[in-house]
């Protein structure tokens, strides 16, 4: 365990910027396990972050032993060129959005959210032009120069952004932090309409009408880093119909929330959208490498509309990568009872959770859970010391949850799809512990 304090305990040999070394002690993990890592000094942690939602499968390396026998005589390929794994791979990722949505499209790859989020963009602009983009307050889209200008904290665009893309932000799907619910209590009618506003002479913001154009809306179907917040059902209908009809190309972002992490197989399906564009990652790769899909509705993608030579990254589609998803969505194809069991564990962890929180009711204000997540509502913000002591404060063990900078009152826990009833009762026990300590 680094035991360094202050700034001196990020090696003078390693990079700072990212967020390993925001805390002053940082486990050094040497290996996992099913739910569980263990660090350097042998203590162990329940991870129910997971790798940001990403280890859907817990930790296995036999999925990676399998993956890689797979490419072993194709290590690397140029990257213009193609294979049979490529095509396998993208056949099967097309048929995951084509089916829900019943309508043929098209898949690139690309190698992270970020990245594929521009794709996405780049796919949009291709359709309608390069044009003003409509996402939502709360949003996270990415650290890239251009996505950071769609997530909605202005850190991210503190030391490079885009400064040229127009954006605009339709008003915050969290009841409890929107103006127009003081209360919480549920989108109005006065809610919808703000979000079809739009487009229209009053609004500032082109649409059908006008020559500016409004490229694409963009939005999450559960907030993830804007603190796990589930837009109203009808409240993103009508921001979809409207974008729709002012002919917006309508993106939606399942990185976070795609294969089953909120539920259904895609996060837009629990409130009946249908996106042009769907964006994932992780859930495709279980954390084993960099790859990213972006799907567009025929004929969005169609060589015409987007040319050959559109996008393209030297390392996007390695043969090492394809080989992660395809054994990862072979899992997937196994796991028949997905819907029922990602059902179960949402129960499970409501019930766990509720329970530890009931007993603390000056602290926690409230728990939800949706699918394989849940948030913690605290009294105040205290998530991130309650994180810290999520990983200290019990004698025998750790466990690892997220919080974010947007949400400073709120800690997500998203542990990999498979934990079962008996670490859920471990993390119960280290959630209650943490509490009284916060206490
Ligand atoms: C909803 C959402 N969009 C975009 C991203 C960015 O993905 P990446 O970190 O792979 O660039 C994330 C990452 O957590 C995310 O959760």
Partial sequence: MNKTEGPSRVPPFAGAGNLVYREPQVPRFVSGSGCWLTDDGGRRYLDAEAANGTVAWGYDAELL?????RCESLPALPSFCESDLRLKVLSRLERLVSDALGAPGRVELDLGGAQAMETALRIAAA???????????????????????LSSSPRY???????????????SPDCRRCPHSPV???????????????????????????????????????????GMVEPDHLWL???????????????????????????????FQRAGVTPDVVVTSKGLTNGGAALSMVWSR????????YRPGSHSSTYIGIPSALAVVDTVLDRWEAWTTVDKDVQRLEEAMRERLTAVASRHPSLVQRVDAMGGTARIVLAGPHAGRLRHLFRTAHP???????TTGMADDVVNVHPPLVIGEADLDVF???????LEELG
């Avoid at 003003?132 to 200008?149: C, D, I, L, P, Q």
Wanted: with cysteine; glycine share 16%; hydrophobic share 40%.
């Fill in 65 to 69: 032993r399998e993956a890689y026998s």
């Fill in 127 to 149: 359709a309608n032009g390069p044009g003003t983009v409509v996402v939502v307050e709360g949003a996270f889209h990415g650290r890239s120069g251009v996505t950071s200008m």
């Fill in 157 to 171: 665009r503190e030391l490079l952004a885009a400064t040229g893309l127009e954006v605009v932000r339709l008003p």
């Fill in 184 to 226: 919480g209590g549920g989108c109005t009618t006065g809610c919808r309409s703000a979000v079809t506003r739009w487009g229209s002479e009053l609004s500032g913001v082109g649409g059908k009408d006008f020559g500016r154009k409004v490229s694409a809306f963009v939005f999450e179907s559960v907030q993830n880093v804007g």
């Fill in 237 to 267: 209908r009508s921001a979809v119909d409207h974008a729709r009809r002012q002919g917006a190309v309508v993106i939606a972002d399942e990185i976070f929330t795609g294969m089953h992490r909120v539920g259904p197989r895609w996060g």
């Fill in 298 to 305: 025929e004929p969005l993608g169609a060589p015409d509309r």
């Fill in 396 to 402: 025998r063990a750790g466990a690892l949850v997220a």
């Fill in 428 to 434: 119960a026990e280290i959630f209650d512990t943490a």
